[in-house]
């Protein structure tokens, strides 16, 4: 499975980007795939997921309301929508996907997934 993330770019305070997270190996519908990021100085955190076969959605509450994780089974991607950005949002995206799920209650954890993409930067200015 090889994932790549694109999308990422400086935009202003309240704008919005759309990331996209692309498959092959294997059919994204197989695959549940998470959305983490990753500020400088900080760990990497849990933004958004979705189980396999599109099925529950999870979101960091605090992106919960402005930020959609969808799949596109046509594509092979998995897209995360992201409205009204804050500058506190600026930081490196990474997509993961797992094989196995995962369970719900394992969403958020970076453990939960076997492949990575490479990040895609977002840039907020105030």
């Known amino acids: 499975v090889q994932l790549q993330a694109s999308g990422g770019g400086l935009v202003q305070a309240g704008e919005s980007l759309r990331l996209s997270c692309s498959a092959s190996?294997?059919?994204?519908?197989?695959?549940?795939v998470a959305w983490f990021r990753q500020a400088p100085g900080k760990e990497r955190e849990f933004v958004a997921a979705v189980r396999r076969s599109a099925g529950s959605t999870v979101y960091a509450d605090s992106v919960k309301g402005r930020f959609s994780i969808s799949v596109d089974n046509g594509k092979s991607t998995v897209n995360l929508q992201m409205n009204s950005l804050k500058p506190e949002d600026a930081a490196v995206y990474y997509c993961?996907?797992?094989?196995?799920?995962?369970?719900?209650?394992?969403?958020?954890?970076?453990?939960?997934?076997?492949?990575w993409g490479q990040g895609t930067l977002v840039t907020v200015s105030s």
């Open positions: 993961a996907a797992s094989a196995s799920g995962p369970i719900v209650s394992a969403l958020r954890n970076v453990g939960s997934y076997a492949y």
């Open positions: 190996g294997v059919s994204i519908s197989r695959l549940g």
